[in-house]
């Protein structure tokens, strides 16, 4: 009896991270066409892309002291 307690709780286990999984993709897509269609938009205004540098929280070679 207990097998089939924890054999049930893994077949669950296994149906929720799928439908987690695809939940996520679906979120993914509809962002990706949120953002185009934004984009899109910033298009038709005259907008021409990123001028600006990407922030990173990395540090550049410049600022790491000398050997």
């Known amino acids: ?28 897509r509809q962002k990706e066409a949120a953002i185009k269609a934004f ?5 038709k205004l005259g907008y021409e892309g990123n001028h600006a540098p990407k922030r990173s929280h990395h540090k550049t070679d410049a600022s790491k002291p000398a050997a």
């Not at 984009?39 to 298009?43: E, I, M, R, S, T």
């Open 1 to 28: 009896m207990p097998d089939d307690d924890v054999e049930k709780f893994l077949t669950e286990q296994k149906a929720f991270e799928s439908k987690r999984h695809e939940l996520i993709k679906e979120l993914l």
């Open 39 to 43: 984009d899109d938009k910033l298009a």
